[in-house]
């Protein structure tokens, strides 16, 4: 459960190139600074975690750890999950936020064209 100790990485992570950066993408960033729980979620705008973090393992082959923590609860002790990525998935965790990233510039770009030819007036013929 060490902290991402690589500068690119921690920069990849850290870097918000789009504000439509997904929920997915916000939780590896995360990930891929510190070990996270729902809390820490939450914090992030995602509020299924443990969904999220299921997407990255069935859907794009990450392996996230995991353990149950016991914490203070306000009617006693809860248990939580605590998510954290090893450092040999850093790596692959990394590209994978690439990918996020470069589709959400994509979709950026995209509706960022679509409103300029929605807006634009067009000159009649010959004028």
Partial sequence: ?????????????????????????RVLARLMIAPMDKFDGEQIGDHALN??????????GLTIARKMVKIAAKWGESEIALYWLEPEHMPRAAKLLEQFDAKARWLEINAREKAEMANKVTEPEGA
């Fill in 51 to 60: 969904s999220t973090i299921s997407a990255l393992g069935n859907r794009h």
């Fill in 1 to 25: 459960m060490k902290k991402a100790t690589n500068p690119n990485i921690e920069k990849a992570a850290k870097a918000n190139y789009s504000s439509n950066r997904s929920a997915i993408a």
